[in-house]
């Protein structure tokens, strides 16, 4: 499965943005679907995944309460809607799938997207 993500840009502290995640090549219905990040100098990190149906949700301490994670399996797309942002959370966000179960490592997931990048200014 491709994956394309979009939707980063610069926004400042307590703003808002909404990022998008288009596969190709497969119907993700099956996919466990994740967004992680990374910012310069540190390692992927997670930030949150969602379940087949959308029925369950899972996120990082540092960005729970902040972000929702959803999915539309008709468009084959998965949204990360991110809200009062703060300047730690500028980093390069991915979106990646994974078939079947998975946890919340990068290694669980087994296609990535290229990445969009996130600025937030204080």
């Known amino acids: 499965v491709q994956l394309q993500a979009s939707g980063g840009g610069s926004v400042q502290a307590g703003g808002s943005l909404r990022l998008s995640c288009v596969a190709s090549?497969?119907?993700?219905?099956?996919?466990?679907m994740g967004w992680f990040r990374q910012a310069p100098g540190k390692e992927r990190e997670f930030v949150a995944a969602?379940?087949?149906?959308?029925?369950?949700?899972y996120y990082a301490d540092s960005v729970k309460g902040r972000f929702t994670m959803s999915r539309d399996n008709a468009k084959n797309t998965v949204y990360l809607q991110m809200n009062s942002l703060k300047p730690e959370d500028t980093a390069v966000y991915y979106c990646?799938?994974?078939?079947?179960?998975?946890?919340?490592?990068?290694?669980?997931?087994?296609?990535w997207g290229q990445g969009t990048l996130v600025t937030v200014s204080s």
């Open positions: 969602i379940s087949w149906s959308g029925g369950h949700t």
């Open positions: 990646a799938a994974a078939p079947g179960v998975a946890g919340m490592t990068p290694s669980d997931f087994s296609s």
């Open positions: 090549g497969r119907n993700i219905s099956r996919y466990v």
